[in-house]
């Protein structure tokens, strides 16, 4: 079981429409990792449809890259559309 | 035997596999071999318990018209000795090593799965409506168990060797599964229960595919055990039911 891959898991919800991650477990093969996914995360009725990737498929940012990546937007206020006046009369924005 | 009796004893048969198959998946609770074949063996046995209840409670109602009182699915479950369970001798079986487990769950499944199809088209609209649930149930336990098998069977030497030795061991509790006796084969003729027998090749060959996917051989013909119909059982229902019942009986009554 020591050589038994990871797998980030995904499941779509009954009303949602896109898959959420949810967690991640062992599995040996993908079909197993389906399966696995519906005993540990779908019990309580969650989804109605499964995703598994290898956690090593997956590419992540790396933390070193913080500031590189993210800080430049620190300072861009003007991409947010908050300069513009609203009508009293639109409501739900 | 009358109807009535008949019908109480083929529910108990019907109940006590599931029941006592998910007693042993209990006792894994806690020692799978990786969490989340923990949570998925006891799902298993959750499922199984849940159909257990279903069928013992409508025995226990089937009881009440022809004894003096029935008894409810606790009673029946917690308070009958070895010789009135009528269980599979297959389900009984120890866990073992994981391999046992497994082909003990698979060649169950493969069974209880075309059992419960079957039974969806009983002419009891009871047992149809239990069977027609299970069905659904049975169908993702014969995959799970299934796959299991394969991936051990067609894994390492070891894992190999080890589930060949649980499919040769348990293989000779399997002939009871198609071997009806005269009580059921009154209510096939009604239309209430399966006729077992017609499941016999279904199952040899769902069990040869898998087999032959895990590059494991079929053993070849034995004597075959029988006895759970009657309530001749292995020494191991004793020591099952010790554990199981230990409350009821030392407590009779207790509620939580």
Redesign the interface.
């Known amino acids: 079981m020591k050589e038994w891959p990871l797998w980030e898991i995904f499941i779509r919800s009954q009303h949602g429409l896109a898959h959420r991650h949810v967690g991640s477990l062992h599995a040996p093969d993908a079909g197993m990792a389906i399966k696995n996914a519906r005993d540990v995360y779908t019990r309580r009725n969650e989804g109605v449809s499964i995703w598994a990737v290898r956690s090593a498929d997956i590419v992540a940012s790396a933390p070193g890259d913080r500031e590189a990546l993210f800080e430049p937007a620190n300072s861009k206020v003007y991409r947010h559309p908050t300069f513009f006046p609203m009508p009293d009369e639109v409501k739900h924005l | 035997m009358k109807h009535d009796e008949a019908l109480f004893q083929y529910l108990l048969r019907l109940g006590d596999s599931p029941l006592i198959l998910a007693q042993r998946l209990g006792e894994r609770v806690g020692h799978g ?5 923990d ?2 063996q006891t ?1 298993v046995g959750l499922d199984l318990l849940g159909q257990a209840r279903l069928w013992l409670a409508y025995a226990g109602e089937v009881e009440a018209g022809f004894a003096a009182a029935g008894r409810d699915e606790d009673q029946l479950a917690f308070l009958r000795d070895a010789g009135e369970f009528r269980n599979l001798l297959l389900v009984e079986q120890p866990n073992g090593n994981f391999a046992d487990t497994t082909a003990r769950q698979f060649l169950f499944d493969a069974w209880h799965l075309r059992l419960l199809r079957a039974l969806a088209g009983s002419t009891d609209a009871r047992i149809a409506g239990i069977a027609a649930k299970g069905a659904k149930e049975a169908a ?1 336990h014969a ?2 168990s299934g ?1 299991w098998v394969i ?1 051990l069977g067609d894994g390492t030497d070891e894992s190999r060797a080890k589930m060949q030795a649980a499919i040769d061991d348990l293989w000779m509790y399997t002939g009871e599964m198609f071997a009806p006796d005269a009580t059921e084969l009154a209510l096939v003729e009604a239309g209430i229960a399966a006729d077992v027998r017609a499941l016999a090749a279904p199952w040899r060959q769902h069990v040869d595919a898998v087999l032959a996917e895990a590059t494991l051989k079929a053993p070849g013909e034995t004597f075959m055990q029988q006895g759970g119909r009657r309530g001749v059982h292995t020494e191991h229902l004793g020591r099952l039911l010790a554990e199981m019942q230990v409350l009821q009986r030392a407590y009779p009554g207790a509620r939580w």
């Open positions: 071999p990786v969490l989340e074949e949570i998925a799902n993702y995959e799970r796959d991936r």
